[in-house]
């Protein structure tokens, strides 16, 4: 009798809170208002759905620069966030300023203006690159903010004896490389305090793309290869499934070699909409 084939999608695919609560407010703004609509930077790491709100008039504005001379309307600040110093030009200007923020996000803005008030040294596990990481380094007033994103750079890490530490993460950051890098720096004997700001969200997800990868004979990963979220998914799969594939739509997939497995597992990245969660599906189930 022949296997039967399954395709199984993670509950935790997609969109989460925070950028699905921009998501539908930039499509909201842009349906409804007679004035220009910005964002500040692309409002998700998602080309398509890019692509699609600019179709719609709305224009992205480069998060490297200060606000441009442009015609008055709404300024929506993306899921990601931005430095104080950037919230407070946008709010102060002519335009109407819209947060976005994630809550999550938005935690971490007041815990590390908090705790660098009291003069400790801010320590940020997470990518220097990303957008969140970024913002949240505008909000800190120590006069020390350091960014750690390898072993390399928590072994290399030193503080004065006296010196206070607050550690605090990028929400979408790896929570076993989180863990092990506190480790490193818990071992120097420091004075720290350590906050696990790694989203419910993110932890869920990357837990139930392990599940899945270690029972599927291949998993497919939907999302923009510049979303910092997929790429740690990317990774944590192809450890446990060779047969892992990371693709931004269903074009990206050849589904014809999909017939070759008996299971395969489908996970996205918080940026990726369910319209593409749900094409690789079918595509995928269509093949088996």
Known sequence: MEEKKSVTVAKSAGFCFGVKRAVDFVYECASSSDKPIYTYGPIIHNEVVTKELEDMGVTVLDPEKALPNIPEGTVIIRSHGVTRERFNEISNSIHKCEDMTCPFVKKIHRLVEEHSRLKETILIIGNPEHPEVQGICGWSESPRTVVINSKEEAFSFSAKTDEKICIVSQTTYNYKKFQELVEIISQKGYDISVINTICSATTDRQTEALSLARVCDAMIVVGSLASSNTQKLYEICKKECANTYYIQ???DLDVTKMNKFHSVGITAG????????????TNVRNEL
Do not use: R
């Not at 918080?270 to 599906?281: C, D, F, G, M």
């Open 270 to 281: 918080a940026s990726t909409p369910n319209k593409l969660i749900e094409e690789v599906q």
């Open 249 to 251: 739509t269903i074009d």
